[in-house]
């Protein structure tokens, strides 16, 4: 990942700065304010979404993200690319102390995301890469030259058991979607966690299928899907089936079914499974 791009090298950096920000308040006592949707933000969100603004700001190129005033759309239609950000995804395990927590950085370009990085803070970790670039899993705790980051292939063939990843905090699958599974699959497991961290599991193979009916913003999926579609990945739309795009009018995400490689290759011996 030493070869990556200097916005890229900028990105993860940003990314390993807040994510240890982010664990320094995490070990504290720390209060929790809430938002006028009801949603909870505390100091962390705030920190991190300052030092990530601050590192991006060298790259010349405008950022949507959860902590900031983001722009009208008439003032960023035109824009060829854009920084989506969430500082920190899954405020409401932060503050459960859980652990399931993680900072988002995508690129997105011309709608589509590019390049994504997802950090688990608790654990030390990032996931990184986009289009054309591989997928790379990196300890940054452990290993802060990059000397031994691992690149992410997916070879997994799906027979008969399947493990679908939802939401701890939010609805994830509606009953018809889990119904045509278990037709189709002799067993069906479950996994559920907070966050984009869902990613780490579909991007190592744990987890092959997450489905969503609950909402989300562009800056929740962005780096996931970007990574997702490097290794031969999808994120759709749950009606249109057509991948999720970016920098819309409105930030929040449709309904969406991410699906890894091994899923879609399973899925087309059953035209069913195509239209949940």
């Known amino acids: 990942m030493n070869s990556l791009p200097d916005s890229y090298q900028i990105a993860l950096r940003a ?17 929790t304010e809430f ?34 005033t983001n722009l009208d759309y008439e003032k960023r239609k035109n824009w060829v690319q854009n920084w989506c950000v969430d500082p920190l995804d899954g405020t409401k395990e932060f503050v ?6 993680a900072v988002n ?22 996931i990184a890469g986009g289009k054309g ?16 980051t691992v690149k992410i292939t997916n070879s997994k063939v799906i027979e008969d058991t ?30 559920t966690k907070g966050s984009a961290i869902k990613f780490f599991d579909l991007a190592l193979e744990n987890a092959q299928i997450y489905p969503r009916y609950a909402p989300t ?27 999720l795009t970016y920098n819309k009018p409105t930030l929040f995400n449709p309904h969406f079914i991410a699906k890894t490689k091994a899923y879609l290759v399973r899925e087309k011996k059953f035209s069913t499974l195509r239209t949940i």
């Not at 990314?15 to 209060?31: H, Q, R, T």
């Open 35 to 68: 938002k006028s949707d009801g949603s909870p933000v505390t100091e962390a969100d705030i920190t991190s979404s300052g030092i990530i603004a601050s590192e991006l700001l060298k790259t010349n190129i405008p950022v949507i993200g959860e902590e900031i």
């Open 105 to 126: 950085i995508a690129l997105i370009e011309n709608h589509k995301p590019i390049f994504g990085i997802i950090a688990e803070p608790c654990k030390g970790k990032i």
């Open 162 to 191: 399947v493990v679908w990843i939802g939401s701890r905090s939010h609805i994830s699958a509606d009953a018809n979607w889990e119904k045509s599974l278990n037709k189709h699959f002799s067993k069906v497991d479950k996994i």
């Open 217 to 243: 913003m562009e800056w929740d999926i962005a780096a996931g899907q970007a990574l997702l579609e490097e290794l031969g990945g999808k994120v759709i739309n749950a009606e249109s089936h057509l991948p």
């Open 96 to 101: 459960k102390k859980n652990g399931e927590f």
């Open 15 to 31: 990314a390993v700065l807040a994510s240890n920000a982010i664990l320094k308040i995490y070990s504290e006592d720390f209060s």
């Open 133 to 148: 670039l591989g997928v790379y899993l990196w300890d940054y705790q452990n290993d802060p030259k990059m000397e031994a």
